[in-house]
């Protein structure tokens, strides 16, 4: 089963829209949110090399607190991707 979450986009993720609506699994993980996103944009976007990368350096967070890759978004209605600032290297 599935459960709908609302992605709030910021940076060079607004090339998108404002928010996306995104289905992952009910005990989905950051790692499920990730490859969500990756199958709703990549229709959209035609480098799917960059937007990998662009979403695999990028965080998710909440209003309370950014999330760990491991982490579960049972119970989070809302959410929000967060982009690197300066290229994002690790």
Known sequence: ?????????FGSFRNYGQELTLEVPENGQ??????????????????EEALKKLISTSR????????????????????????PVSGGAK
């Open 60 to 83: 998710f967070a909440t209003d309370k607190a950014v999330l760990e890759e491991e982490d579960y978004v049972k119970n989070i209605n809302e959410l929000a991707i967060l982009p």
């Open 1 to 9: 089963m599935n459960m709908t979450l609302t992605l709030k986009l």
């Open 30 to 47: 950051v790692s499920d949110l990730r490859l969500a996103l990756l199958e709703s944009l990549k229709k959209q976007e035609p480098n």
